[in-house]
């Protein structure tokens, strides 16, 4: 929030400058003489718009955008539309109650699982490597995506304390980070998960 602010701060500077100067050049008439004039402006220009597209984004990502989709497949398609898009898994199991597809190295990257309720895709889950989703990559540092989606609705710990899950239910989204970056995407309706802990 506090890089949104500042950001938002830098563009309405900026274009306050712009605007200054564009004053200035219609109350010159000698164009060649403010050619540096006409330039600074035009610059000014382009980085406010720059600034104010990536503020736009930044916003969006944080309070409108959920994740729908991984990988070209989306919640609520059917086994058929999966297998035609990625072909047969490679392994076919339950979690859960879940049919759970998998296909391990997804286009070289680590493995995709796909979960089905009744024929619909419920839950898409990624080993990421190179991965994105709504503006969170995969490898990225745990303040970082809180900077940019806020703190999570619930946080649970592994065992051993290194590994999180922050859930996003707002947003379809669980990340599970290890040693404070990201190295997991799990996507479902109200996504919320929680590591299941031995009490042996």
């Avoid at 104010?52 to 058929?80: C, G, H, K, Q």
């Avoid at 947003?171 to 299941?196: H, P, Q, W, Y």
């Amino acid at each position: 929030m506090t890089k949104m602010l500042i950001l938002t701060a830098c563009s309405i500077i900026l274009g306050f400058l712009s605007y200054i100067s564009l004053v200035k050049l219609r109350k010159e008439h000698a164009k060649i003489r403010n050619f540096g004039v006409w330039f600074a402006s035009g610059l000014l220009s382009a980085v406010t718009i720059i600034l104010v597209l990536y503020v736009a984004n930044l916003a969006y990502i944080r309070f409108i955008a959920t994740a729908n989709s991984l990988n070209e497949i989306t919640l609520d398609d059917t086994v058929s539309d999966v297998v035609f898009l990625l072909g047969e898994p490679d392994k076919i199991g339950t979690w859960k109650g879940f049919d759970r597809y998998t296909y391990d190295e997804f286009y070289g990257s680590g493995a995709f699982y796909v979960f089905f309720d009744e024929d619909k895709v419920e839950r898409l889950h990624r080993d990421c490597f190179t991965s994105s989703v709504i503006g969170v990559s995969c490898r990225q540092d745990v303040k970082e995506v809180v900077e940019l989606l806020g703190q999570p609705q619930s946080i649970s710990s592994s065992e051993n304390k290194t590994e999180r899950i922050y859930n996003y239910p707002d947003k379809n989204l669980s990340i599970f980070l290890e040693k404070g970056t990201v190295t997991r995407f799990s996507i479902a309706k109200d996504s919320e998960l929680n590591f299941v802990q031995n009490n042996d």
